[in-house]
């Protein structure tokens, strides 16, 4: 089951990266069940907050050299499909 498990969050968090690569985001390499991403036009901060009043929760940390990143788990395909469909809906705005 463990093993099952870590497979499916070592591909969905590929999967991940690759998508926020794609929408612009510049995102560390991750071993662990999250990632930490960074835009370079828009503030975590303000990705943050967009995404807390969508009920997304990410992790936001106000502290020097993390402060322009979210901390993003890795759940469910589905769970990082409406991810993806709030981050478009920022990123148009």
């Known amino acids: 089951y463990y093993k099952d498990m870590q497979k499916k969050i070592m591909a969905t968090r590929d999967k991940t990266t690759k998508a926020m690569s794609?929408?612009?985001?510049?995102?560390?390499?991750?071993f662990a069940?999250?990632?930490f991403a960074s835009h370079n036009k828009i503030s975590a901060e303000f990705i943050y907050k967009k995404l807390k009043e969508n009920d997304v929760l990410?992790?936001?940390f106000?502290?020097?050299?993390?402060d322009n990143y979210i901390r993003i788990t890795i759940g469910t395909d589905d769970?990082?499909?409406?991810?993806?469909e709030n981050i478009?809906?920022?990123l148009e705005g």
Request: aromatic share 14%; net charge positive.
């Open 22 to 30: 794609a929408l612009g985001f510049s995102v560390l390499n991750s």
């Open 62 to 66: 106000n502290k020097p050299s993390i």
């Open 79 to 84: 769970q990082m499909e409406i991810l993806f």
């Open 33 to 35: 069940n999250f990632i």
């Open 88 to 90: 478009e809906k920022i």
């Open 58 to 60: 990410v992790r936001y």
